[in-house]
């Protein structure tokens, strides 16, 4: 069983940046596969980046693509997410998720899902 719990979302003008965490229990987090997924209001959740357990692979959805980062840090059973160069269109909730077996980049492959984390870019 994996736990996640995502922070530092907030309010941010158009054009600065925004560094998400995600942090997660359980013992063998470090062989879980992370993706960083957002859901904006009256759309339906969609794919952001994801990196795999090793971190030697990543993969980003074109709209951040040169503009967010993903990275985890085994250690501390964290995952980031940094987001710069904001648009007020990547404002949406972000949520963090979990999977053991790598898949497509859809949010149905993935198996643990934290609570979510407001971003909101203004104009």
């Known amino acids: 069983q994996v736990q996640l719990v995502e922070s530092g979302g907030g309010l941010v003008q158009a054009g600065g940046s925004l560094r998400l965490s995600c942090a997660a229990s359980?013992?063998?987090?470090?062989?879980?596969?992370m993706g960083w997924f957002r859901q904006a209001p009256g759309k339906e959740r969609e794919f952001v980046a994801a990196?795999?357990?090793?971190?030697?692979?990543?993969y980003y959805a074109d709209s951040v693509k040169g503009r967010f980062t993903i990275s985890g840090d085994n250690a501390k059973n964290t995952v980031y997410l940094q987001m710069n160069s904001l648009k007020p269109e990547d404002t949406a909730v972000y949520y963090c998720?979990?999977?053991?077996?790598?898949?497509?980049?859809?949010?149905?492959?993935?198996?643990?899902w934290g609570q979510g984390t407001q971003v909101t870019v203004s104009s």
């Open positions: 998720a979990a999977r053991q077996i790598w898949g497509p980049l859809l949010d149905s492959t993935y198996d643990y």
């Open positions: 359980g013992r063998t987090f470090s062989r879980y596969n």
């Open positions: 990196i795999t357990w090793s971190g030697s692979n990543t």
